[in-house]
Nanobody, 125 residues
């Protein structure tokens, strides 16, 4: 399984971006999915997670109210809509496939077993 992210880029503060992640080679709809990010010199940070059905979502405190995670199981795709972007949102964003169906316990990176290569998001001030 190799998740593949896309949609990153350069945006001004206050702007929006939508990231996509296609994950094939596994029963996509059976597992929760998550987004993480890592800025230079910092640890990988949990951003958001979504349950196998899309019915439950969970967000990190730094993005709550600004980012929205969603999924389309028919397209094996998970999305991250990012609004009101700030310079501190600048990072490489990673998509990951969870080991379980629900979002409980999905904040640590160890809860995921397949990772994408990442997509760069840069927010200018």
């Amino acid at each position: 399984v190799q998740p593949v992210e896309s949609g990153g880029g350069l945006v001004q503060a206050g702007g929006s971006l939508r990231l996509s992640c296609v994950a094939s080679g596994r029963t996509f709809s059976s597992y929760a999915m998550g987004w993480f990010r890592q800025a230079p010199g910092k640890e990988r940070e949990f951003v958001a997670a979504i349950s196998w059905s899309g019915g439950t979502t969970y967000y990190g405190n730094s993005v709550k109210g600004r980012f929205t995670i969603s999924r389309d199981n028919a397209k094996n795709t998970v999305y991250l809509q990012m609004n009101s972007l700030k310079p501190e949102d600048t990072a490489v964003y990673y998509c990951a496939v969870g080991k379980v169906r629900g979002v409980a316990g999905l904040t640590p990176a160890s809860a995921y077993d397949y990772w994408g290569q990442g997509t760069q998001v840069t927010v200018s001030s």
